[in-house]
């Protein structure tokens, strides 16, 4: 069985859980030092640096793609997740959550992320250049979550199937399209990539 794990960082929580339990497990991150610490850990995983809009695997290769914590960080959502189900195999499945764009509670915490991002693009990086100069391998921080409505839209488009979860008390509760989602800030997606009718829809 292949798992990949996309932001896999320094391990915590899946290759540190799965790796000795026969799986072929890889993990990719765009941060050079995070995947370096996790091969000290882990020397023979497969591991590299790239990113989840351009994976560096063939069409069908996984059982499983796991994505946690990470979705907000990527730059282009939808592509990303285009690369998951090109990567996925056709009875495979994504486990991901995201950000919820049209949850209130999440547009004033990312309203204020935003103010603080200009700032620290006018004050903080121009100071920082001139005191330490070009960073070899810059942190990446870019958090933006993603409009649930236009990603169940997408999915539904594509005939694709998918439960929507979120964490009530340290459970899991699943939760249908009709209640109203945006009352939630966070949601895990399972998404069966057999239901696709074919590789065209993706695009
Ligand atoms: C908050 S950490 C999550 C780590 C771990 N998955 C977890 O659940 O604790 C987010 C990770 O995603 C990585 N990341 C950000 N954008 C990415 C992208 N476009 N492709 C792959 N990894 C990315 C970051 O470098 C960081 O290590």
Redesign the pocket.
Request: glycine share 4%; proline share 4%.
């Given at each position: 069985m292949k798992i990949l794990?996309?932001?896999?960082?320094t391990g915590?929580?899946?290759i540190d859980y799965l790796y000795d339990k026969k799986i072929d497990i890889y993990g990719?991150?765009?941060?050079e030092k995070?995947i370096n610490e996790c091969r000290k850990k882990y020397p023979n995983s497969n591991l590299s640096v790239?990113?989840?809009?351009n994976l560096s695997f063939e069409s069908n290769f996984f059982d499983m793609i796991y994505?946690?914590?990470?979705t907000w960080?990527?730059?282009d959502f939808f592509k990303?997740i285009k690369e998951m189900f090109r990567a996925i195999k056709d009875d495979g499945k994504i486990i991901i959550d995201v950000m919820n764009a049209d949850n209130e509670e999440m547009k004033k915490v990312f309203f204020i992320k935003c103010i603080k991002d200009i700032i620290k693009k006018i004050i903080y990086y121009p100071f920082s250049f001139f005191k330490y100069g070009r960073l070899k391998n810059p942190v990446?921080h870019?958090e933006k979550p993603v409009s649930v409505a236009k990603f169940n839209r997408f999915l539904y488009d594509r005939k694709i199937i998918f439960k929507m979860f979120v964490f009530n008390e340290d459970n899991l509760k699943e939760i249908n399209t009709n209640e109203k989602i945006n009352n939630h800030s966070r949601l895990i997606y399972i998404i069966q990539k057999e239901n696709i009718l074919s590789q065209e829809v993706i695009n």
């Open positions: 794990d996309i932001g896999s960082a915590y929580p899946f990719i991150d765009v941060s995070l790239s990113s989840a809009e994505c946690f914590h990470t960080h990527f730059e990303s990446i870019y």
